[in-house]
């Protein structure tokens, strides 16, 4: 069975610094990795993903993702975090059948 | 282009009534997906449909949930009758079959009072 792990409940970060959201995973064979962003009373907006190919992606709003086989990690990342990035961030994977697996989700706070 | 549309977006009923939420995924997408978020987690599958038929319906709770999705586009997901337990974000998503990537609508967010 799949599953995804989020280790932080929550990140805090300056505006300016950089950000990290950690993110591990397992599944059978090659995985399909995604991140999502949620607003406040907002559904889940989706941000980048890893299918293939090179192991940095990038996505929306200046965000990247580093996907590592050996650590079965893909942490999402920014190099310099605005205050409109807070937001919940989910980590989710997909197996070959074509179901989703989210992460429980981590709350990024950025201050001003 | 129009994305995954909701409705309602807010619902607030009393425990033991009946309660409906209707979705209308991107256009061209076969795959609908229905999930449920409670505060501060993840969200979790309720229902898969490819096309018309239901595919993935093992997280569904029988006993009071059901969906339809009669003509392979627009799809209801009702829960009869509500229990407190039952509040939390109905999120509904679609995709291209086949597709890597799901969309999600904004949510309808119900209360059970």
């Known amino acids: 069975a799949q599953s995804v792990a989020q280790p932080e409940d929550q990140v805090n970060v300056a505006e300016g610094n950089p950000l990290t959201v950690k993110c591990t995973y397992s599944?059978?064979?090659?995985?399909?990795l995604f991140w999502y962003v949620q607003y406040p009373n907002r559904g889940l907006q989706f941000l980048l993903k890893?299918?293939?190919?090179?192991?940095l992606v990038k996505g929306s709003y200046g965000f990247e993702a580093e996907f590592n086989k050996s650590q079965t990690s893909f942490h999402l990342k920014k190099p310099s975090a605005l205050v409109s990035d807070s937001a919940l961030y989910f980590c989710?994977?997909?197996?070959?059948?074509?179901?989703?697996?989210f992460g429980a989700g981590t709350q990024v706070v950025v201050t001003p | 282009e129009a994305g995954v549309v909701q409705s309602p977006r807010y619902k607030i009923i009393e425990k033991k009534q009946p309660v409906a939420f209707w979705c209308n995924p991107i256009?061209?997408?076969?795959?609908l997906y229905w999930y449920r978020q409670n505060l501060g987690q993840g969200p979790e599958l309720l229902i898969r449909?490819?096309?018309?038929?239901?595919?993935?319906d093992s997280q569904l709770p029988k006993d009071r949930f059901s969906a339809e999705r009669l003509k392979g586009v627009d799809s209801t997901l009702k829960i009869q009758p509500a229990e407190l337990g039952d509040s939390a974000v109905y999120l509904c998503?679609?995709?291209?079959?086949?597709?890597?990537?799901?969309?999600f609508g904004e949510g309808s967010w119900l209360t059970v009072v």
């Open positions: 989710a994977v997909r197996d070959i059948g074509g179901k989703f697996q």
């Open positions: 256009s061209g997408h076969n795959t």
């Open positions: 449909y490819e096309n018309e038929e239901a595919v993935d």
């Open positions: 599944v059978s064979g090659n995985p399909y």
């Open positions: 998503a679609s995709s291209l079959q086949g597709g890597n990537t799901i969309y």
């Open positions: 890893y299918i293939t190919g090179d192991n």
